[in-house]
């Protein structure tokens, strides 16, 4: 699975609603400025200073602000002197200038920008932007409407980074399973303390992790769990562990580590039908049972 698959199977990213998404702390969004890879992020200090344009996105009126910066070379110049410059002249120089800035939003937007002039109102209710390069240097900010629209658009769960902290340390639930096999019903229904099902995977076969009862991780990488009705023999205890562990399985597939269990659970759809304990019967590994249900 991909990241991005397993983040959105998780309850708390796939109820979450696109305003939720972009306010998240882990939202950023690749993106490119001029033949620059960069990535965006919605946590910029809401701007003061600005050049407010009137542009639209297809047929929406949005207003994007402008915030001073060095790599903007003329209108950096005039900037503090801007009221005196004809509007024409101002509008042409930010579309000559800013046009890696202003193709940026269109790509993200997935709409055709154009420029209508300067406003004269702002929005109150706008989407702050900073621009950082590969290495998380800063390049510049701007704000632009936070429209319905625009918001459903960049709030997708495919944009929440899966290095950040606020993914990566998400709590959740992991059970090891060290063997799954079939009895038949008749063995099944005669199941009874003592009785020792033998368990010839366990040393030669890694044990694998389930996770949340969603994902499954081995060392192919991680998967969907799958009931596929056999029975599991899982260790008692339920450990908690992030979500990034899962996660570095799924780029980099390896062996989970599992400490040898002390008590085990015979399991049938989740159902627990026996606890018991690992041990050894003419030199095979068995589950022997001590209690049913």
Known sequence: ????????????????????LVVSPAWAMPCRLGDASCVMRLDAIRPADTIDVAITLEDEAHVLSLVDTPMFEDLHRLWSSRSDVPEPILLALIERECAPLLQLVENA??????????????????????????????????????????????????????????????????????????????????????????????????????ID???????????????DGMLLVVDAATREIDLGTVLDHARAPSSPDAPQPSELRLLS?????????????????????????
């Not at 937007?109 to 240097?137: F, H, M, T, W, Y």
């Open 1 to 20: 699975m991909k990241p991005s698959e397993i983040i959105g199977s998780m309850p708390k990213w796939a109820s979450a609603t696109s305003d939720e």
């Open 109 to 210: 937007a997935r709409r055709q920008l154009k420029i209508v002039g300067l406003a004269s109102d702002v929005p109150e209710d706008r989407l702050c932007a900073r621009l950082c390069d590969a290495n998380g240097e800063f390049i510049l900010s701007f704000a632009i409407t936070a429209t319905p629209s625009l918001v459903r658009m960049l709030g997708r769960i495919n944009f929440i980074d899966a290095s950040h902290p606020a993914v990566r340390e998400t709590p959740v639930s992991s059970v090891t399973e060290i063997a799954a096999f079939v009895l038949s019903a008749a063995d099944l229904a005669s199941l009874a303390v003592g009785d020792a099902l033998l368990l010839p995977e366990v040393g030669s076969v890694a044990p694998r992790l389930i």
């Open 213 to 227: 009862g969603r994902f499954v991780v081995d060392g192919h990488g991680v998967d969907r769990f799958k009931d």
């Open 269 to 293: 759809s989740g159902r627990t039908l026996a606890t018991g304990r690992l041990d050894s019967i003419a030199g095979q590994s068995a589950f022997i049972v001590e209690s049913i249900g």
